[in-house]
Each structure stands twice: as C-alpha cells, then as structure tokens.
C-alpha cells in the first residue's frame, strides 16, 4: 500500500522565481492538505483541496495557490519567493468526503531553501 | 491564546523507561479530534493515535497511549517502554468540528524527545 509520496525531495530557489511541489496521496485517499513548516515550528495549514477544489485555506498570501487532478494528487505552487518561505513543504491525504475523524497521513515532505 | 500547547521544549528519558509528553489545547467546540504525531530528523511526520472527544476510553496503539482529561483541556501522550528509535520530535494537534467549520489540523510546538542506552 503506497502511502504519501511528495517531489522534489530539496529544491534551492533564489528570490522572486516560482516553484511548484507535486504530492499523490495514499492509495484510496481523495483529500489533500498542505503545510508549511519553518525551522524549529510546527506545521502550518495553507490549504485543502477535495473534489479538485480548495475546500479550506489557512493565513497564507495569494502568493500560494493548489491544484487538485481528478487523479487526487495535488500540486502547491508559490509565486515570487521571499527568503521568508524557506521550510519543510508537506502534503497529507485523508478520506474526506465529509468532514470526519479521519487520519490524515503525511508524506516525506519538500524541503525549499529560497536564497 | 494558543490553541495547542506543549510546555516541554526537550525531554530525556532512559531506553525501557516509560514517559510522558504534556500537551494541553483550547477548544470552545463540543466536538474535537486530538492527534499526536512523530517526525524523526528524516522530516516526514508518523501518525501515533487518535483520540475523539466523545470517547468515553483513553486510546491506546501499542506502546502509546493517551491520557485524555477533558475537564482539564489535556491530552498527554504516554510512550511506555522507550526505544532508542523512539528519538524524534513528537507534536500534538487538534481537528475541531461543527462550530470551527471542521477545521483542519492545529499543531502545537512540538517536544524533542531523546533517549538515551
């Protein structure tokens, strides 16, 4: 059973480019959430998609937008990197057809350093 | 105020001896789920257990277990038996329901655990 996979492992980026991080879910799971984790913190909600559609966002500027494919995997990308969005990038899938008790399970996470 | 809490920036504990991770939240939803997660130096967080805030029974997944007090507003993860590759940063957070929208997970801080031979 294939749990959460995420590309790139570690990505270098300088300031103001674009990067796109690619997550596929567990088998079986259609809901994909991402967070972002900075140095020493604990992950922070950006957002979630379902049904190929941002279902929840958290406190992040438009810079970070998502994708879902009708396959569930899901795409985050980020506009005109500041030195600030250098983190640990990690996806999470669950089943979430309607807001449930359901586990969401993470992936290995991304790792963008922006110089 | 913060919804979740973790007091204990480092804990040490001896292989084989059991420890306690503190985690307290804040919640005004009847409804709530409390989760506790470890990510070891690779970065990638491992789901340890689950407790729902209607169940009447502290949870329980092999060696972890929850010390669930409601009135109190905590949920302490219990690791018996520590393992040398129980060494890693362990994170409680909460899901809140109905009131909250059904809000996606909050992580606290997290506590660095090490144990030592």
């Not at chain 1, 690619?22 to 913190?41: E, F, N």
Request: with cysteine.
């Amino acid at each position: 059973d294939a749990g959460v996979t995420q590309s790139p492992t570690h990505l270098i980026k300088t300031r103001g480019q674009q990067v796109t991080l690619r997550c596929s879910p567990k088998s079986g799971h259609d809901t994909v959430s991402w967070y972002q984790q900075a140095l020493g913190q604990g992950p922070q909600f950006i957002f979630q998609y379902y049904e190929e559609e941002e279902r929840q966002r958290g406190n992040f500027p438009d810079r970070f937008s998502g994708h879902q494919f009708p396959n569930y995997s899901s795409e985050l990308n980020v506009n005109a990197l500041l030195l600030g969005d250098s983190a640990l990038y990690l996806c999470a899938s669950s089943l979430g057809g309607e807001p449930s008790t359901d586990t969401q399970y993470f992936g290995p996470g991304t790792r963008l350093t922006v110089l | 105020a913060q919804k979740i809490t973790q007091t204990q920036p480092g804990m040490f504990v001896q292989e084989k001896e059991a420890v306690t991770l503190d985690c307290t939240y804040d919640t005004s939803d009847p409804s709530y789920g409390l989760f506790w997660y470890k990510q070891p130096s690779s970065g990638e967080m491992i789901f340890l257990i689950y407790q729902g805030s209607y169940d009447q029974q502290n949870a329980t997944e092999g060696r972890y277990s929850l010390n669930f007090q409601k009135a109190r507003k905590s949920a302490n993860l219990v690791i018996s038996a520590s393992q040398l590759g129980d060494s890693a940063m362990y994170f409680c957070a909460m899901r809140e329901g109905p009131l909250s929208g059904y809000s996606t997970l909050t992580f606290g801080k997290g506590t660095m655990l090490l144990v030592s031979p």
